[in-house]
T-cell receptor, first 115, second 113 residues
Framework: GDSVTQMEGPVTLSEEAFLTINCTYTATGYPSLFWYVQYPGEGLQLLLKATKADDKGSNKGFEATYRKETTSFHLEKGSVQVSDSAVYFCALSDRSGGGADGLTFGKGTHLIIQP | NAGVTQTPKFQVLKTGQSMTLQCAQDMNHNSMYWYRQDPGMGLRLIYYSASEGTTDKGEVPNGYNVSRLNKREFSLRLESAAPSQTSVYFC????????????FGPGTRLLVL
């Protein structure tokens, strides 16, 4: 079945540091890929997405590129802020039509940004 | 436009008690979902409803039932709560398989003693 693997945290960085959170996936078809962010005590919010190979999703300074050859969708940001502290989830949506109609999530990466 | 709303926000149950978690969306979405979130496990799909009148099991359906009451509302019922069902429950919705982005509610934190 489908699966998503992402680096587990916590990941602790200083403000203005460069961020990379790795995400790799396995899927039977050609999935769409997502990054969701969860701030403390809140639900998940879509951060960015990509629907086909070589697409780049971007939002709020975050970027991720859909790499079919390496089955990866790594999240990057050039200069993080304290307000970026949250849990980040990589997820996929399998459009092959088989299996459950829902998102498959990674376990989440807790990011802590120190001033 | 409230998006996806969930009630209650927090609930404490004793083992064996029953309860229903409520979810509603005002975005005219066809598909709705229930997930549970546990530490170190990410989110796992419990049940989903691809369209009004249909429901299907997800990855972890045991101990739960669902009802798609109408296009707006999708409830999750625990008939006999167990400590293993202590979790945070999230409802989500999306327009359809073409528009894949799911929108999440704020969650219900459930503690079963």
């Amino acid at each position: 079945g489908d699966s998503v693997t992402q680096m587990e945290g916590p990941v602790t960085l200083s403000e203005e540091a460069f961020l990379t959170i790795n995400c790799t996936y396995t899927a039977t078809g050609y999935p769409s890929l997502f990054w969701y962010v969860q701030y403390p005590g809140e639900g998940l919010q879509l951060l960015l997405k990509a629907t086909k190979a070589d697409d780049k999703g971007s939002n709020k300074g975050f970027e991720a590129t859909y790499r079919k050859e390496t089955t990866s969708f790594h999240l990057e940001k050039g200069s993080v802020q304290v307000s970026d502290s949250a849990v980040y989830f990589c997820a996929l949506s399998d459009r092959s039509g088989g299996g459950a109609d829902g998102l498959t999530f990674g376990k989440g990466t807790h990011l802590i940004i120190q001033p | 436009n409230a998006g996806v709303t969930q009630t209650p926000k927090f609930q404490v149950l004793k083992t064996g008690q029953s309860m229903t978690l409520q979810c509603a969306q005002d975005m005219n979405h066809n598909s709705m979902y229930w997930y549970r979130q546990d530490p170190g496990m990410g989110l796992r799909l419990i049940y989903y409803s691809a369209s009004e009148g249909t429901t299907d099991k997800g990855e972890v359906p045991n101990g739960y039932n669902v009802s798609r009451l109408n296009k707006r509302e999708f409830s999750l019922r625990l008939e006999s709560a167990a400590p293993s069902q202590t979790s945070v429950y999230f409802c989500a919705s999306r327009r359809d398989r073409v528009q894949e982005t799911q929108y999440f509610g704020p969650g219900t934190r459930l503690l079963v003693l």
